[in-house]
């Protein structure tokens, strides 16, 4: 029987990792990464010497076969992602499905918790998070409208994650949308969480775009927002 971990990894500060997830990336036969460049930065941090793979959205069948076939020979893999829990909004879903499919009898599926910017989000936010809804990136083209509609609409406190090239674009669809449907919007934006310009806005949407455009736009977001009542 071989085991199969998806492994968190930091989504910034290196330090937050587990003792156990360290442990675990240091014994397996083989890590599958997101990017092998932007792992080795954390292997290398903690001079950790296992080798890596790439497996990504786009790998090919072949790359999935060959990794089935090192678990039905035993071999124990890690699966990790740039950064944060992989699978959420990150690769690992599709090859999870097809181990569970194919190989049950013979391949564990061990989780290794840990960071994950949705969750960081959620704790920092100060909004009720008992229930919560989680809606990955707001689509790029079409249906972008419905989106922002279906946060607005939500009774429960949204997050979502954004790029630094769309951050105030998405916030002011959202503003605009939300002013013609007369609904007052809470946010808290959270950018570069754990790294060394870590920044929280949090306000009414109007006054966080007024902020968010007086400074530098750049590095990664993630979005809570709720009606505000
Ligand atoms: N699997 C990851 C997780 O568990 O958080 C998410 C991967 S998704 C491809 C990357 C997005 O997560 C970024 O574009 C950003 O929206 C969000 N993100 C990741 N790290 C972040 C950080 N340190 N601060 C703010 N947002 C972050």
Do not use: W
């Amino acid at each position: 029987m071989s085991t199969f971990y998806i492994v968190a990894t930091p989504i910034g500060n290196l330090e937050d990792i587990s003792k156990r997830a360290l442990r675990i990336i240091s014994e397996v036969d083989l890590i599958l990464c997101e990017d092998t460049r932007v792992t080795k930065k954390l292997l290398d941090h903690y001079e950790i010497k296992t080798p890596t793979l790439s497996y990504h959205q786009h790998s090919k069948l072949r790359k999935i076969e060959y990794i089935l076939d090192l678990l039905q020979h035993n071999k124990n893999l890690a699966l990790v992602s740039d950064a944060g829990t992989p699978g959420i909004s990150d690769p690992g879903n599709k090859l999870i499905k097809r181990i569970i499919e194919l190989l049950s009898n013979q391949v564990k599926i061990v989780p290794i918790p840990g960071p994950s910017a949705v969750t960081c989000a959620a704790s920092i936010s100060g909004f009720s998070m008992d229930k919560f809804i989680f809606m990955g990136f707001p689509p790029t083209k079409k249906k972008r409208k419905k989106f922002f509609e279906e946060i607005i609409n939500s009774k429960y406190p949204v997050i979502f994650y954004e790029s630094p090239y769309r951050i105030l674009k998405s916030l002011n669809e959202l503003k605009n949308i939300s002013l013609a449907l007369g609904i007052e919007l809470q946010v808290v934006v959270c950018r570069e969480l754990t790294k060394k310009f870590e920044t929280i806005y949090h306000g009414t949407i109007e006054a966080v775009i007024k902020r968010i455009e007086k400074d530098e736009i750049r590095g990664e977001f993630v979005v809570a927002i709720k009606r505000k009542r």
